[in-house]
């Protein structure tokens, strides 16, 4: 196994992915920074990620190329010959394939997927992920791979976040062994991610695909630029694009990329 075969702990952490940034060359592929506290921790479009106790925290480095030179999913463009357009698709594949990873490891207390990289408990956030390339000119030298769950946490009521975010306790009413979970997490993603590497992206995208939790549901999207559209998820594309119905004008296929937040209509199935 690859993924937390070598781990990282510190006392304190301001900033795990400037960490791995900096210490790229010197750490292996599947490593894993662990901290007992961490300042700074964001999320999608740098985002405060708030912290409660009882969360689990973790970010991992992917070295594919410089690990297993063998790989036949190289990225390396001083090896390859491949510029970074046509790898976005294999970055692509590799965000749902650790998707994948980290929800084979909660789907056991009921947790669904939410386009795009979000985990739900009964229409809650309950964890999120998200990836960094780290390019140095041309060659992709590492993804970094941040995790938070909210485990055995509790989020007060009379807090903001309470009406979007739960935890695993709070939904289940049972603490969880996070220790426990953590390796879950390790040995799911590793799984994921091996098939990545094995090319198989049909698979990676039709699963990824499948597990979309909120197909057929309204939804709103809020975009970089300030619009707002309203409508029905139809599907998910290959890109890692959705695939909306507004409740005006024709279907749409919008990136991530361009995406604030994603809200989901509390009032179940159209």
Not at 46 to 51: A, G, P, T
Not at 161 to 182: R, Y
Not at 192 to 202: G, L
Not at 221 to 227: A, E, I, N, P, T
Request: net charge negative.
């Amino acid at each position: 196994m690859i993924i937390g075969k070598k781990i990282y702990k510190l006392s304190l952490c301001k900033n795990s992915m400037r960490w791995f940034v900096e210490h790229i060359d010197d750490v292996p592929d599947g490593a894993v920074l662990l901290a007992d506290h961490h300042e700074g921790t964001r999320g999608r479009q740098s985002r405060e990620w708030k912290q409660y106790s009882g969360q689990l925290l973790l970010t991992i480095l992917l070295k594919p190329d410089t690990a297993h030179p063998e790989c036949p999913a190289k990225l390396v463009k001083a090896k390859t010959g491949v510029s970074k357009d046509d790898i976005s698709q294999k970055l692509h594949f590799l965000n749902m394939a650790i998707t994948l990873g980290i929800l084979g490891a909660l789907k056991e207390y009921g947790t669904i997927l939410k386009w795009p990289n979000d985990f739900m408990l009964h229409d809650k956030k309950i964890g999120g992920m998200l990836l960094q390339a780290v390019w140095q000119e041309n060659t992709l030298t590492g993804v970094i791979v941040g995790i938070g769950i909210n485990v055995n946490s509790v989020i007060p009521d009379d807090d903001q976040l309470s009406e979007i975010a739960t935890s695993i306790f709070q939904v289940t009413g049972k603490k969880t062994d996070v220790d426990a979970l953590q390796t879950q997490i390790f040995e799911s993603i590793d799984d994921y991610y091996q098939r990545w590497k094995n090319d198989e992206f049909d698979a990676i995208f039709y699963e990824w695909q499948r597990l979309q939790g909120y197909r057929g549901r309204q939804m709103c999207v809020h975009k970089k630029d300030g619009s707002v559209v309203r409508g029905v998820m139809n599907d998910v594309l290959p890109t890692g694009d959705l695939v909306l119905n507004p409740d005006s004008g024709e279907i749409q296929n919008i990136s991530f990329c361009i995406v604030e937040t994603v809200d989901i209509s509390k009032n179940g199935q159209k």
